[in-house]
């Protein structure tokens, strides 16, 4: 991973994150960066550089989208459905069970803290364009329809405005 300082022209490596990795998303404070490897481990690594930190397992390819909340956890989508795992590292559990074939991209958490927007593919083969934007209460896994067509949910970073609820 690099990183630029906005008044630079050059980039520099964020040292110990010369593996392959993908899917990175930022801490709520900005300090660190977590990401997926091809080991199939979500790490977290200070954009400092230092040694990376294995936060938790993931199911290798499956994994996509990432949020970190500002409570410290960790909220990621796999095979499964949503994961939540401690930023400082444990066994992910399982918050949100897909049905089916369905795949779950998460792209937010809302700052009540509970509820997580995601994108739903409704099939292994279906293209991401094509699906669903749902959010779901991570306390109960009740799921509210959003958009039945889109992709591409995004989160809200600290200074902006978030909703304060769903519609």
């Known amino acids: 991973i690099f990183l630029r300082a906005m008044d630079e022209l050059d980039a520099r490596l964020i040292p110990g994150t010369d ?7 930022f801490s709520a404070d900005g300090r660190s ?13 200070a954009i400092s550089g230092g040694a990376p930190v294995v936060v938790g397992a993931h199911q290798g390819g499956a ?4 949020v970190w909340g500002s409570d410290g956890t960790i909220l990621f989508g796999d095979a499964e459905g949503v994961y939540r795992v401690p ?15 369905n795949r779950m991209y998460v792209g937010a958490l809302l700052p009540d803290g509970d509820t997580v927007l ?18 779901y209460s ?6 509210r329809a959003m ?4 992709a591409g949910v995004q989160g809200w970073p600290g200074t ?4 304060a609820a769903l519609p």
């Open 19 to 25: 593996e392959v990795l993908r899917g990175p998303f």
């Open 33 to 45: 960066i977590g990401y997926f490897t091809q080991a199939s481990q979500v790490k977290r690594i």
């Open 63 to 66: 994994s996509i989208g990432a």
């Open 87 to 101: 930023a400082t590292g444990g066994v992910p559990e399982l918050v949100v069970r897909s049905e089916g074939e």
């Open 118 to 135: 995601v994108t739903e593919r409704r099939s292994a083969g279906a293209d991401w364009d094509a699906g669903e934007i749902n959010a």
């Open 138 to 143: 991570i306390s109960t896994g009740e799921r």
């Open 147 to 150: 958009l039945t067509t889109g």
């Open 160 to 163: 902006r405005n978030p909703p």
